[in-house]
């Protein structure tokens, strides 16, 4: 029998390891030596991660395989270039899987969150690389925009192919309750850029935890999917603090990057248990339902939330743009020898 009480084996054990009591602790990072120390359940990944990624010289090794494949297969420059990234974000996965035993998150190009079809095709051409590479579709989420068109896509890979998506880039209510709706796996809210868009619009430049906006999102989507049963769980993403993390504990997943997950692993302060199903069930908040219409008004009203997801489609378009650029060069010197 160990003497120790319990009160003082969590103040031992590090806020990481009392937080995974109650959530599931994913990485977000394309970073393998990050994943490896901090052993989460899962990993995230998206084009800016990848694209950081693909520049660190370790991993320069996996955009070559990428871009043999890309010329490989043929085609006009264009084809070759979407190839090797198809491939490129594939091998990534593949790496990260190694690492995890449960799921890696790949992204869609954000250039197709308006356009439905071409990311549900995109998607079952992701899924189809990993069922070549003998990885099953249950260990993929592919991630998608939450725009309308996003969330449609999502529902038809979910129904029609049985593939698990990872609604990105969620900002409002509205997002959040037409995912539900949709009856997608998962769910991303955006913690952090909530809490930017705040301190750059507002008077106010700082929060406790439990007053965060970012937070008191999360906590009304999680609370509303659980008081009415919804099969979506929420995976809360870009945190800027631990705080913010803490304040989360309890909530289906939590994706945090590299940083934070060392601060919580030299963290040894008690974390307590803040979103439960009990709250979410005593909640006062009323069903909805939204159709097209309804969805464009209600997140048409959420300043905030347009903002950050028309500003998150193009950050994330940009860095893919980035890696193309890149990809190209590297295609143009294989093929001159170089």
């Not at 990624?53 to 320069?60: H, L, S, T």
């Not at 593939?163 to 409002?172: A, E, I, P, Q, R």
């Not at 040894?268 to 909805?288: F, G, N, R, W």
């Not at 190209?328 to 001159?336: D, T, Y």
Request: charged letters at 25%; aromatic letters at 8%.
């Amino acid at each position: 029998m160990s003497s120790v009480s319990p009160d003082k084996r969590r103040k031992m054990e590090s806020a990481l390891n009392q937080l995974k009591k109650h959530t599931v602790v994913v990485a977000d990072t394309g970073d393998f030596n990050a994943i490896d120390e901090y052993k989460p359940q899962d990993a995230t990944t998206n084009p800016s991660l990848i694209l950081a990624a693909a520049k660190m010289p370790a991993y320069q090794h996996l955009l070559d395989q990428a871009i043999k494949y890309g010329i490989a297969k043929g085609g006009t420059e264009e084809e070759q270039v979407a190839n090797t990234m198809d491939k490129l974000f594939v091998t990534f996965g593949l790496e990260i899987l190694k690492l995890v035993p449960g799921r890696v998150s790949t992204e869609v190009d954000a250039r197709l969150s308006f356009d439905k079809d071409e990311m549900v095709a995109k998607a079952l051409r992701l899924i189809a690389l990993y069922e070549e590479a003998g990885i099953s579709k249950e260990r993929v989420l592919i991630k998608l925009s939450s725009t309308w068109e996003g969330i449609q896509a999502g529902k038809d890979l979910e129904e029609k192919h049985g593939v698990h998506c990872n609604m990105t880039l969620l900002f409002s209510f509205a997002q959040a309750v037409a995912c539900a709706e949709a009856q997608v796996t998962l769910i991303s809210p955006f913690v952090g850029r909530i809490f930017d868009w705040y301190k750059e619009n507002t008077d106010r430049k700082s929060y406790e935890p439990h007053e965060d906006p970012g937070v008191l999102s999360v906590t009304k989507i999680f609370n509303y999917y659980k008081k009415y049963g919804y099969s979506t769980v929420v995976m809360g993403a870009s945190f800027r603090n631990t705080g913010q993390v803490k304040a989360l504990t309890g909530c289906d997943l939590l994706t945090i990057s590299p940083g934070l997950l060392a601060e919580l692993s030299e963290d040894h302060s008690t974390v307590t248990q803040m979103l439960t199903v009990e709250k979410a069930k005593a909640c006062d908040l009323e069903k909805i339902h939204l159709d097209e219409k309804a969805f464009r008004w209600q997140h048409n009203e959420d300043r905030m939330a347009v903002e950050k997801l028309s500003d998150g489609i193009r950050k994330f378009a940009a860095d893919a743009i980035k890696l193309e650029t890149m990809i190209k060069e590297k295609i143009l010197n294989v093929k001159n020898g170089q």
